[in-house]
């Protein structure tokens, strides 16, 4: 019987030959160079060997790729790992604490990961788990979309750009430990721009070129049928790189996920210069002396804004559900949601909730909830202000403190919200739908 | 005399190029200070300063990119026509039909891959701490060039007018329903509509002021091809104006102090 739906199609194996020879190449040049410089076992055995081992591996899985049809094909992903997986790993409050946990970890390990070995390794699975996934209908129906590609090609640049940021980082802080000069200043001479700098943007615009081309030729750009007011596809999708605001929607109002959140995400930024006090760190990579700085960026960069792109992109299916990596996107997939406002928990205890739709009535039913957020954006800083924030405060002055401690404090309402809505179903903090203003 | 030497000792060449080529160090430095595309670049620079592994090299290439979808962008707009009737079919066309379809193509993976160079600049700025004094100011207007390169691809996502276009552009315009105190579902919307007026309808809201009417339909698709095509580029590129001449007057490339 024909399969609507293979795992594994003739092109697929193909496209995935190529894919191994992009890997068997990138591990041979590793080998040669593991050869060269990393010397030998005691037993006289080089230790470019495990590499080699390897690297010949991926020759033979790439040759078994271009060369066999695909029935009775033997390397995909095994479907234990992917029911598993999907099983165990396929929710977004899991997702969230990875991504956080995997930040943490970038910085707590940061000297460990960014070792070349350790990260090629790291480089190595995830392309590993990259080409076997490929195997798997649904992924493929995600990941390979024309659109969707890109933001493929972000992850792996975005954690290039990172190991480069923390490699750089790791070898300044170290010099300066050790009072040797910056990485930055040494055999730093005066070049003249021609040619030093102008044939480097030459060569970079020529490239540029080819890959758009190559891309533009390799990719069709997606048409789909005309548009059609009364047709809504399911999931309704905004474009990709709003996406991280899309999954805001899951925990506040538009007004709050759409409007509010996303300009003070731009002041925020805006602010950066005129909040940092610290004037080290111009000019060069360094994580010690601007660890809080570069902290605070990274978790706004990468689990906040990158790791909720991904998830918008690839992990939210119709109806906005989450679905695996490996799971069909099924429209009929039921989520149940029960949530509860703060006011409903608040009245329920004390024995009763304040009906009635005049202003005085509504401000007491939800009283507990706007003390709570009158004392988190007024009263919070000043308390931190004057303990455990204590020194930046003085550095900073009040204006600067207030304005820099708001914008943590609006950081960290998404996290905070996560939690409770995970914790205790809680849907509205202030829920004041007469006026459209639920927080 | 060569060819090359004679059409290198004309009258017409030097008048376009006002000495000889940059191959010694004097007419090096001259080539930097006589051609106008070049005078944005210094004479000499630190070493560390354009490797690539510390600049990565991302906002050049951001501006390029930018250069290219301006271009490719340019020659897009003698084939389509920006209305109901054709939108669709002229961008079918341009996939099936033109010889220069290909444009559409890489029009849309650099508007892509622009975001992403975009992001990636910020983030190198920011992990290298160049935007501390005296870079302030530019690294607030690269912000601004941040949210107008959000805004020229979400523009141009309608302008195929295909269901992805119409239903990303609808669920990022609906959020405009809800900006506090503009938007008919927003809150505090109501303090406009006291006593007996009504100012903030939905036919005269935020979101209205996007779409150009209650939809996305005829007027949206207008709106957002003007802005796409003329009024945010003009922005677009006088603000990159700004920022590279405020790259040379703060101090030139980043670099420790």
Redesign the interface.
């Known amino acids: 019987m024909l399969n609507a739906h293979p795992d594994l199609t003739a092109s697929v194996l193909v496209g995935l030959g190529w894919y191994y020879l992009v890997m068997l190449l990138m591990n041979l040049y590793w080998t040669v160079q593991a050869f060269h410089h990393d010397g030998e076992y005691a037993n006289g055995l080089p230790r470019a060997t495990p590499w080699a081992i390897y690297s010949s591996i991926l020759g033979m899985v790439c040759f078994y790729h271009f060369t066999y049809p695909p029935d009775g094909f033997l390397i995909y992903m095994p479907e234990v790992f992917k029911v598993n997986f999907d099983r165990y790993f396929s929710n977004p409050v899991l997702y969230f604490a990875l991504s956080i946990a995997g930040f943490w970890a970038l910085i707590a390990l940061r000297e460990w990961w960014t070792k070349p070995k350790v990260s090629w390794v790291l480089l190595n699975l995830s392309l590993l788990f990259m080409g076997l996934s490929m195997t798997d209908y649904d992924f493929r129906q995600i990941v390979g979309k024309p659109d969707n590609v890109p933001i493929v090609a972000m992850l792996f640049i975005v954690a290039f750009c990172t190991w480069i940021y923390f490699r750089r980082a790791v070898d300044n802080d170290r010099r300066m430990a050790e009072g040797r000069p910056l990485f930055e200043e040494e055999n730093n001479e005066k070049v003249l721009v021609w040619p030093d700098l102008v044939y480097t943007e030459l060569i970079c615009m020529v490239l540029l070129t080819a890959l758009l081309i190559f891309w533009g030729i390799a990719l069709k750009a997606p048409l789909e049928e005309p548009g059609s007011a009364v047709k809504t596809p399911n999931p309704s999708k905004a474009p990709w790189y709003f996406l991280g605001l899309q999954e805001m929607l899951v925990y506040f109002d538009p007004w709050l996920a759409g409007v509010v959140l996303p300009s003070i995400i731009l002041g925020g930024l805006m602010a950066i210069p005129y909040i940092d006090f610290n004037k080290v760190g111009n000019g060069y990579y360094c994580f010690k002396e601007r660890a809080f700085a570069v902290s605070t960026f990274l978790f706004g960069f990468l689990p906040l804004w990158v790791a909720l792109i991904v998830l918008g992109t690839f992990l939210r299916g119709p109806n906005w559900n989450f679905f695996g990596i490996y799971e069909y996107w099924d429209v009929h997939k039921v989520e149940a949601a029960n949530n509860v406002n703060l006011s409903e928990f608040f009245w329920d205890w004390l024995g009763g909730i304040p009906k009635g739709s005049d202003l005085l009535t509504i401000l007491l039913r939800e009283s507990p909830g706007i003390i709570l957020i009158i004392g988190y954006f007024a009263v919070l800083p000043p308390l931190m202000g004057l303990t455990i924030l204590r020194s930046y405060f003085i550095r900073m002055g009040l204006i600067r403190f207030l304005v820099f401690s708001n914008l943590i404090l609006w950081m960290a309402i998404l996290p905070i919200k996560m939690l409770l809505r995970w914790a205790f179903s809680l849907k509205y903090i202030v829920g004041i739908p007469e006026w459209f203003f639920n927080i | 005399m060569s060819v090359g030497d004679y059409i290198r000792n004309s009258q017409v060449w030097k008048s376009v190029f006002r000495h000889p080529a940059?191959t010694d160090?004097r007419n090096?430095?001259v080539?930097?200070l006589t051609n106008f595309f070049?005078h944005l670049?210094?004479?000499?620079?630190?070493?560390?300063?354009?490797a690539?592994?510390?600049t990565?090299?991302m906002g050049?290439?951001t501006f390029?990119?930018f250069l290219?979808e301006a271009i490719t962008g340019i020659l897009l707009m003698f084939y389509y026509r920006p209305t109901l009737e054709w939108a669709?079919y002229d961008?079918?066309a341009l996939?099936d039909v033109q010889t220069l379809g290909?444009m559409?193509?890489?029009h849309?993976?650099?508007a892509?891959?622009m975001?992403?160079t975009v992001?990636?600049h910020?983030?190198?700025v920011?992990?290298?701490?160049?935007?501390?004094?005296p870079?302030?100011?530019n690294?607030?207007i690269g912000?601004l060039l941040?949210?107008l390169t959000?805004l020229l691809?979400?523009t141009g996502?309608l302008l195929?007018?295909?269901?992805?276009?119409?239903?990303?552009i609808?669920?990022?315009s609906?959020?405009?329903?809800?900006?506090?105190f503009l938007?008919v579902?927003?809150?505090?919307?109501?303090v406009f509509n006291t006593s007996g007026y009504e100012l903030i309808t939905n036919a005269s809201d935020a979101k209205f002021l996007l779409l150009g009417g209650r939809?996305?339909?005829e007027a949206t698709l207008n709106r957002f091809y003007i802005l796409h095509c003329v009024a945010i580029p003009v922005v677009v590129s006088g603000l990159i104006a700004i920022h590279f001449w405020r790259v040379r007057k703060d101090g030139g490339i980043?670099?420790?102090?």
């Open positions: 940059p160090r090096r430095v080539v930097m070049l670049h210094p004479v000499s620079i630190k070493q560390q300063g354009i690539l592994s510390y990565w090299c050049g290439i390029f990119l290219v669709f961008i079918q996939r290909i559409r193509e890489i849309r993976w650099g892509h891959a975001v992403i992001w990636l910020m983030y190198r920011f992990l290298t701490g160049s935007y501390k004094p870079r302030e100011f690294w607030v912000v941040l949210v959000l691809s979400f996502y195929p007018w295909d269901q992805l276009a119409i239903w990303a609808t669920v990022g609906n959020m405009a329903k809800a900006t506090p938007g579902e927003g809150p505090g919307f109501q939809f996305v339909g980043s670099q420790p102090l």
